[in-house]
Nanobody, 126 residues
């Protein structure tokens, strides 16, 4: 499974962006999905994740109330709606995917995911 993130760009603080992640082949509802980001000189950090069934989500404290993760199983995609962006949100954003036996599992550790792809750059100017 190859993943491709898109939707990044350069915006001003307070603006919104919507990222999308597409898988190279259909995984149906068998995979949990997550978004992570990495700023220059920093480690990759968790942003948001969603379970196989789409009902369970987790968010980093830094993005709660501003970001929303959702999945479209029919299109095999996962989106990250980012509102009220801040300069500290500037990073390369990656999506990751992992086969799950349990429908409710949500993962926040990037090392627990099987698949990941090239990221998309998000730059927020203050």
């Amino acid at each position: 499974v190859q993943l491709q993130a898109s939707g990044g760009g350069l915006v001003q603080a307070g603006a919104s962006l919507r990222l999308s992640c597409a898988a190279s082949r259909r995984t149906g509802n068998m995979n949990s999905m997550g978004w992570f980001r990495q700023a220059p000189g920093k480690e990759r950090e968790f942003v948001a994740a969603v379970s196989r069934n789409g009902f369970n989500t987790r968010y980093a404290d830094s993005v709660k109330g501003r970001f929303t993760i959702s999945r479209d199983k029919s299109k095999n995609t996962v989106a990250l709606q980012m509102d009220s962006l801040k300069s500290e949100d500037t990073a390369v954003y990656y999506c990751e995917s992992n086969y799950e036996r349990r429908m409710e599992t949500v993962r926040v550790n990037p090392n627990e995911y099987q698949y990941w792809g090239q990221g998309t750059q998000v730059t927020v100017s203050s």
